[in-house]
C-alpha cells in the first residue's frame, strides 16, 4: 500500500503533502485491519475474520478472495462500499515502529510535494513549529494506536480462549482446478457456548465478547462480497480481453471467466 515511508520530522519544513482523492493506493488489498471502534459499522459492509500478522492476532475486513485484487476499489479510484475503513481514509499516513518500540508518524513519499503548491497541506510554519493540521493529526494517530493496542488484547483474549477455527475460502473453476486460501478465522459458535462463565465474564470486560458476536453477525455480509467478487471477477475477464492480440484471441484462455466460487460457508 505504501511506496516509501518518510517520518514526519522538521526535516520536511519546506515539504507538505496532498490529500488522498483515490483509492488506488489500495488496490491490491485483499484485507485490512479494523479497531473495535469501528466495527459497528464495518459489519455492515464487510464480513469481518481474524489473521495472525507475525503471531498477533489482528481483527480485519475481508476485501477479497482474489490474489491482489480488492474489489471494493473501482478502476477509477472510487471506494465501493458503505464504509471507508479508518486505516484507508487515514493513508498517506502511518504510524511505524521504532527499533525503541515507539511508534513515529510517516507519510507515503509519494504523496509529498513542495510547501505553497495548490491543494498542499504543510506540516510544519516557516518557524518549524507543527501546524495545526499535523497536530491536530499526531493526536488522532496517538488516539488510533490506543485503540488498536486494546484491539489487539481483545483477540488475544479471544485467541487464548480458543474460540477460532480456520475459515477455508475454495476458489473452484470451471476446469475442476481449485485455489483454497487459508490462514483466515472466524468465531466457532459452539466453542462460544462451551466457556466458562468466568472466561465469558473476562471477554466482557475486555470488549473481547463484543468483537466476537461482531464477527459472527458479519457473516451476514459474505453475500454481499460474493457479488463483488464475481463482479470483480467479470471485470478482469473483458479488461483481460480487451488487452489480448488479435491473432492470439482463439488461443487465449481468461482465468478470471473460469471461477465458480465455492465459498465452504
Given amino acids: 500500500m505504501f511506496s516509501k515511508l518518510v517520518p514526519v520530522t522538521r526535516d520536511l519544513i519546506d515539504k507538505g ?4 482523492t483515490s483509492f488506488l493506493f489500495a488496490k491490491s488489498e485483499t484485507m485490512c ?3 473495535y471502534d469501528e466495527l459497528s459499522e464495518a459489519i455492515l459492509a464487510f464480513p469481518v475474520a481474524m489473521v495472525r500478522i507475525d503471531g498477533v492476532p489482528k481483527l480485519v475486513a475481508l476485501l477479497s478472495v482474489l490474489p491482489n485484487q480488492n474489489c471494493f476499489v473501482s478502476p477509477d479510484g472510487r471506494f465501493l462500499a458503505s464504509y471507508i475503513p479508518r486505516i484507508l481514509k487515514q493513508y498517506p499516513f502511518t504510524l511505524y515502529p ?5 511508534r513515529i508518524l ?23 513549529a507543527p501546524t495545526e493540521f499535523l497536530t491536530k493529526f499526531v493526536q488522532m494517530w ?8 486494546d484491539t ?25 482446478t481449485q485455489t483454497r486460501i487459508s490462514d483466515i478465522y472466524r468465531v466457532n459458535e459452539e466453542k462460544m457456548r462451551a466457556l466458562s462463565a468466568d472466561v465469558c465474564q473476562s471477554l466482557v470486560k475486555s470488549g473481547a465478547l463484543g468483537i466476537a458476536y461482531a464477527q459472527i453477525l458479519s ?9 463483488i467478487v464475481s463482479e470483480h471477477a467479470k471485470f478482469l475477464a473483458e479488461k483481460e480481453k480487451l488487452l489480448v492480440v488479435p491473432s492470439a484471441t482463439s488461443s ?11 465459498w465452504g460457508f
Wanted: proline share 1%.
Fill in 98 to 102: 521504532t527499533k525503541e518500540g515507539k
Fill in 33 to 35: 485491519e479494523l479497531v
Fill in 142 to 149: 496517538e488516539q488510533f494506536r490506543g485503540q488498536q493496542i
Fill in 219 to 227: 457473516h451476514n455480509k459474505v453475500a454481499a462480497l460474493k457479488r
Fill in 252 to 262: 487465449a484462455t481468461s482465468t478470471a471467466s473460469k471461477q465458480e466460487f465455492d
Fill in 152 to 176: 489487539d488484547n481483545a483477540m488475544r483474549a479471544l485467541d487464548d480462549a480458543g474460540v477460532f477455527s480456520e475459515w477455508e475460502l475454495l476458489l473452484q473453476y470451471s476446469d475442476g
Fill in 106 to 128: 510517516c507519510v507515503d513519499e509519494s504523496a509529498l510535494a513542495p510547501k505553497g503548491q495548490a491543494n498542499v497541506q504543510a506540516f510544519y510554519d516557516e518557524n518549524g
Fill in 17 to 20: 503533502f496532498v490529500r488522498n
